[in-house]
């Protein structure tokens, strides 16, 4: 016979499965994700971190090679080119998702505005994860042949 819960666990477990919800969410908002069924989407979220960075932290830095993808939970991130600020990223946007894929040269520096939480994925998890399920391999190859397709309508034909 299982114990009984107390009030105060009963609590923890609905914040905690509100959390998982949440961060589902943010994955499934990004466009390389948002394909992925709700299983696929929680491997994903398995092996993304969530954490909590100061004001000031750069947490890229332009020409640098990528290696993590992050999504905006609370605080605002500034995005700079060239030493000139191009967007300021909130709650539900996301930045770096090509790193996923590629760990090529950032093409801006992206430093917390203010105190923010992120949850980050990196890429060798990430391709660890996509050899262990075909399925999110084909789903995040569709999508990112999509945004291709989108960027340059001549090229799909």
Same mark, same amino acid.
Do not use: W, Y
């Given at each position: 016979?299982?114990?009984?819960?107390?009030?105060?666990?009963?609590?923890?477990?609905?914040?905690?499965?509100?959390?998982?919800?949440?961060?589902?969410?943010?994955?499934?908002?990004?466009?390389?994700?948002?394909?992925?069924?709700?299983?696929?989407?929680?491997?994903?979220?398995?092996?993304?971190?969530?954490?909590?960075?100061?004001?000031?932290?750069?947490?890229?830095?332009?020409?640098?090679?990528?290696?993590?993808?992050?999504?905006?939970?609370?605080? *605002?991130?500034?995005? &700079?080119?060239?030493?000139? @600020? !191009? +967007?300021?990223? %909130? #709650?539900?946007?996301?930045?770096?998702?090509?790193?996923?894929?590629?760990?090529?040269?950032?093409?801006?520096?992206?430093?917390?505005?203010?105190?923010?939480?992120?949850?980050?994925?990196?890429?060798?998890?990430?391709?660890?994860?996509?050899?262990?399920?075909?399925?999110?391999? *084909?789903?995040?190859? &569709?999508?990112?042949?999509? @945004? !291709? +397709?989108?960027? %340059? #309508?001549?090229?799909?034909?």
């Amino acid at each position: 016979m299982l114990p009984e819960r107390t009030g105060r666990e009963a609590r923890l477990e609905r914040v905690m499965a509100t959390q998982t919800d949440q961060k589902l969410e943010l994955l499934k908002r990004t466009p390389l994700l948002s394909d992925l069924g709700r299983r696929e989407l929680e491997e994903v979220e398995r092996l993304v971190d969530e954490v909590d960075v100061p004001a000031g932290r750069v947490l890229m830095r332009e020409g640098d090679t990528g290696r993590e993808f992050f999504v905006v939970v609370s605080g *605002t991130v500034g995005i &700079d080119r060239g030493g000139t @600020r !191009i +967007r300021t990223m %909130e #709650p539900g946007d996301f930045f770096g998702e090509i790193a996923l894929l590629s760990e090529s040269p950032r093409t801006a520096t992206a430093t917390a505005d203010g105190p923010a939480t992120l949850l980050v994925l990196g890429h060798r998890e990430f391709h660890s994860l996509m050899d262990k399920h075909p399925a999110i391999r *084909t789903c995040v190859l &569709d999508a990112l042949a999509r @945004r !291709i +397709r989108n960027l %340059e #309508p001549e090229a799909a034909h």
